[in-house]
């Protein structure tokens, strides 16, 4: 997997793992980030069991296993959290982060480990790491029911799960170059998943005042610089939830 260093003060670590060239090119391309902050560890959306291994080999070469103190999943998707019961077995006093809802449906993949979550309400959380606080930010119905992003004030990197993802080559670099010629790989993909004009309106008008700088999606490529605010524009502009009937 490759991985990059996305922000580093001396204090707070971001570190993305992606663009996995051994996996199977029937599994989704998936981004797994690592925050390390002093002695603590948080992975994001920490990924698949089809990939498990190959982000703990990625991850135990970045940091002690014994430093990872909680789990975010943004939702319950299979790409974002079926590795969480192996990853539990290495890690078993980690906290599990996830919206209040999605629970009782998560805690099919293993009753043991229910006491690790944390439920976060719908209105959102603030997390503490090390000695660094994070937002999670709603994000409902996008394309969850349930849905949160992570905000940190000191880098300005919002995560945002499925919003701003896009597919592409595995061989596609970690940042978005050309913002318009991107847009060809994120349009289906919203237009599909994203259901609700209201659900984007509501989240664009929140996250637009946080002073973000980068945007870190869970599949495709990071937006940073003016990047940041073209795809504000971009999403605001998208008229989402005109169904078509399959045929
Ligand atoms: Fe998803
Ligand atoms: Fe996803």
Redesign the pocket.
Known sequence: MKKTVLYDDGNIQWVVFGRDSSKPDSIIDTNEYLVQCQDETILIDPGGVEIFPNVLTAVSEHVELNTIKAFLC??Q?P??MSSLPLWMALTPDAKIYLSWLWEGFVSHFGNEFSSNFVQIPDEGLQLTLGQSSFQLVPAHHL??AGNFHLFDPCSGILFT??VGAALLPVDHGMFVEDFEAHTQFMEKFHLR?MPSNSAKDIWLNRVRKLGVKMICP?HGAIFKGENVEKFFDWFDDLELGKLKRAS
């Open positions: 943004s939702h998707d790409d974002i394309h969850s799960g499925d998943w869970q």
